[in-house]
Structure formats: structure tokens, C-alpha cells
């Protein structure tokens, strides 16, 4: 359903991205944000499912600025290559990748002629949260187990736009206790726990909990619905 297109940054940079497009009309965009595994399998799934219910939907290669081409599995070894890759994306000078995140955001604004949202998973939750604070023409933001955007640093941050944030109960990354002093510190943020394990919508992954997964979707495809209808 999608491919890959390539976007232009305000600085220049020539940043790929997959870009799914709805069969009809569109009813607005999502921007995709990738997990540490690069633009996958899995998130070119994801992509294509928003497409099927109608949104223009674009998943920006966020380590392109580092490493061109990354798509890893779901091994230990995966996860330390990205993970490396995320510590050398969060050490770039400036704003980092948010200018190839902003060129997504207008990419999906002109090819929709709607409203646009963002989604992230894991890293590219929080870069979903630094987006919802940050960045121009935004409607709504959906964080999944944002690692990190529950620290001090991150919390601190005022968002601009309607946020959802998904969390696991489970989750050895994120301690319910910085969930629950973020949703405190961020009233008007949705935030909603799960009975499950960090990567819980991945269905690739050992963590994939189906029943958290479909209660998670349907809350942000309903979140979608109301604020970019």
C-alpha cells in the first residue's frame, strides 16, 4: 500500500519516509515515529493500517541523519545496534531530527489537505511528545510507552496540541511511578496504563499483549477521529 518517498528538510537534508496513501478521499494524516528498529516492518504495518482507515499516513527514517537504511528485528543484539543509534540521534547538535519530523508533518499536511496527528512507539513516542510541544501543524499526539518522556526534563515540557499516552504496568523502562507523576503533572493529558510489558502493541515482539494492543488502538483511532475529523 505505501513506499518510500524522499522529504526535504529545512536545513536540506534528504530524509526517506514511507508514505501510505488511503484509497479515497483522505480524512487527514498521522505521522508515523519509528521504535529504536528503524522504519521496519512493524511500522510499515502500522502505517498501512492507518492508510486502510483512511488517513495519510508518513513514517520519517529518524536515524537517517546517522545511518541510512535501518531495519532491525527484535534480537538482543537489534536492540543494542539501535540503541546506539538512538544515543548518536539524541547527541546531534540543534533541534536533531525534528526538522525531518516537521517535514513529515507538512509532506502528510499537503498530500491529506486535512488535519494532521503523530503516533510513536517507544523512542519514537518521545519524539512524539517533543512534536506535541514543539512543532507546527499539529492536531493531536498519541505517545506509546515513550521512553524517557516521563523523566523531569521531558515532564517539564507544555504541549501545544491534545496528547494520548499509552504505558504498561509491566514496563522495566518506565516505572509506573514517573507514569503517575507525569499524569499529575499533565492534567490534560489522557494517560492510561496497560496490564502489560514495554513494545506491548508490536505484535513482532515476546512483549506483544493482543487484548492491551486492541484496547489501545481503538482509544487512539476514537482520540484520531475526534481531533482530526
Same mark, same amino acid.
Given at each position: 500500500?505505501?513506499?518510500?518517498?524522499?522529504?526535504?528538510?529545512?536545513?536540506?537534508?534528504?530524509?526517506?519516509?514511507?508514505? $501510505? +496513501?488511503?484509497?479515497?478521499?483522505? +480524512? @487527514?494524516?498521522?505521522?508515523?515515529?519509528?521504535?529504536?528498529?528503524?522504519?521496519?516492518?512493524?511500522?510499515?504495518?502500522?502505517?498501512?493500517?492507518?492508510?486502510?482507515?483512511?488517513?495519510?499516513?508518513?513514517?520519517?527514517?529518524?536515524?537517517?541523519?546517522?545511518?541510512?537504511?535501518?531495519?532491525?528485528?527484535?534480537?538482543?543484539?537489534?536492540?543494542?545496534?539501535?540503541?546506539?543509534?538512538?544515543?548518536?540521534?539524541?547527541?546531534?547538535?540543534?533541534?536533531?531530527?525534528?526538522?525531518?519530523?516537521?517535514?513529515?508533518?507538512?509532506?502528510?499536511?499537503?498530500?491529506? @489537505?486535512?488535519?494532521?496527528?503523530?503516533v510513536g512507539f517507544c523512542w @519514537?513516542?518521545?519524539?512524539?511528545?517533543?512534536?506535541?510541544?514543539?512543532?507546527?501543524?499539529?492536531?493531536a499526539a498519541v505517545c506509546y510507552? @515513550?521512553?524517557?518522556?516521563?523523566?523531569?526534563?521531558?515532564?517539564?515540557?507544555?504541549? +501545544?496540541?491534545?496528547?494520548?499516552?499509552?504505558?504498561?504496568?509491566?514496563?522495566?523502562?518506565?516505572?509506573?511511578?514517573?507514569?503517575?507523576?507525569?499524569?499529575? $503533572?499533565?492534567?490534560?493529558?489522557?494517560?492510561?496504563?496497560?496490564?502489560?510489558?514495554?513494545?506491548?502493541?508490536?505484535?513482532?515482539?515476546?512483549?506483544?499483549?493482543?487484548?492491551?494492543?486492541?484496547?489501545?488502538?481503538?482509544?487512539?483511532?476514537?482520540?484520531?477521529?475526534?481531533?482530526?475529523?
Amino acid at each position: 500500500m505505501g513506499q518510500f518517498v524522499n522529504l526535504t528538510s529545512q536545513d536540506g537534508f534528504v530524509v526517506p519516509a514511507w508514505v $501510505a +496513501q488511503p484509497d479515497g478521499a483522505p +480524512q @487527514g494524516a498521522v505521522v508515523v515515529l519509528q521504535e529504536i528498529f528503524g522504519v521496519n516492518s512493524h511500522i510499515r504495518a502500522v502505517a498501512d493500517r492507518l492508510a486502510a482507515r483512511g488517513y495519510v499516513a508518513v513514517a520519517p527514517a529518524t536515524f537517517a541523519r546517522v545511518r541510512p537504511d535501518v531495519e532491525l528485528g527484535y534480537s538482543e543484539a537489534d536492540m543494542r545496534e539501535g540503541s546506539g543509534l538512538k544515543a548518536a540521534v539524541e547527541a546531534l547538535p540543534g533541534d536533531g531530527v525534528l526538522p525531518d519530523i516537521q517535514a513529515a508533518i507538512d509532506h502528510a499536511a499537503e498530500r491529506s @489537505g486535512g488535519k494532521v496527528g503523530i503516533v510513536g512507539f517507544c523512542w @519514537g513516542g518521545l519524539l512524539t511528545w517533543r512534536s506535541a510541544c514543539s512543532l507546527r501543524g499539529l492536531s493531536a499526539a498519541v505517545c506509546y510507552y @515513550g521512553g524517557g518522556m516521563t523523566s523531569p526534563d521531558e515532564t517539564a515540557r507544555q504541549p +501545544q496540541v491534545p496528547v494520548l499516552a499509552h504505558f504498561g504496568q509491566r514496563d522495566h523502562w518506565i516505572s509506573v511511578e514517573s507514569v503517575q507523576a507525569f499524569a499529575r $503533572a499533565h492534567p490534560e493529558v489522557q494517560v492510561h496504563v496497560y496490564e502489560a510489558d514495554h513494545g506491548f502493541n508490536c505484535d513482532q515482539r515476546g512483549s506483544y499483549d493482543e487484548a492491551s494492543a486492541l484496547v489501545a488502538r481503538d482509544r487512539t483511532l476514537a482520540f484520531f477521529s475526534r481531533h482530526l475529523g
